[in-house]
Structures are given as C-alpha cells and as structure tokens.
C-alpha cells in the first residue's frame, strides 16, 4: 500500500483548503479497517497528530483544529480527506496522512497560511 497526499498549497488567513489522502495499490478490504490519521510538522518541532479516524468512522481532533478540520473518509475511493476552514497563519505545516496498522506514512504536503 502506497499512501499518496495532495491539495496542500498557498492560502490566506481565514480561508479553506481540502488535502486528500489516497491508498494506491489497496482494496477496499484492506482500507476500510484501518484507522486514518492526518499530522503535521513543522521545522524543529515534532510531528503532532491533527486528526484522526477510524473505521466506525469515529473522529478525534487536536484542540488547535477542532471546530474548524474535519476528516471524512471514502472507503469505496480508499480516500481520506482534511477539510481545514478558518485557517490559521500557525497551521502552516507539512501535512502527512498516516494508516493504522501498519503505522504507514504517506509523503507531505505543505500547507502555507498567510496573515
């Protein structure tokens, strides 16, 4: 399984963005029972977990993202997204998508907020 993420990009302050996550190389059988995480990073700190869902499509958000990230998944596409509204100039980050087993990570995308 080959976790791939996109959508990240230059965005001003109070605005959206919808990064994606895809598992190439998955079926749905292998996908759906995992639980999906996204993180970020930021340089010289460590990577903390944003959100977090798992295949009762149950959701968990770091107090910095909640009420303005969501994280649905589509286990027929293998996707999982992170919707970011309201974003902040202190959300800007590499964002990873993570699986759960086997603790796979997917590449970054940078998201950059602008005040």
């Known amino acids: 399984v080959q976790l791939q993420a996109s959508g990240g990009g230059l965005v001003q302050a109070g605005g959206s963005l919808r990064l994606s996550c895809v598992a190439s190389?998955?079926?749905?059988?292998?996908?759906?029972?995992?639980?999906m995480s996204w993180y970020r990073q930021t340089p010289g700190k460590q990577r903390e977990l944003v959100a977090t869902?798992?295949?009762?499509?149950?959701?968990n958000y770091a107090d910095s993202v909640k009420g303005r990230f969501t994280i649905p998944r589509d286990n027929s596409q293998k996707k999982i997204y992170l919707q970011m509204n309201r974003l902040q100039p202190e959300d800007t980050a590499v964002y990873y998508c993570?699986?759960?087993?086997?603790?796979?990570w997917g590449q970054g995308t940078l998201v950059t907020v602008s005040s």
């Open positions: 190389r998955a079926i749905t059988s292998v996908f759906s029972p995992r639980t």
């Open positions: 869902i798992t295949s009762a499509r149950v959701t």
């Open positions: 993570h699986m759960n087993p086997p603790g796979q």
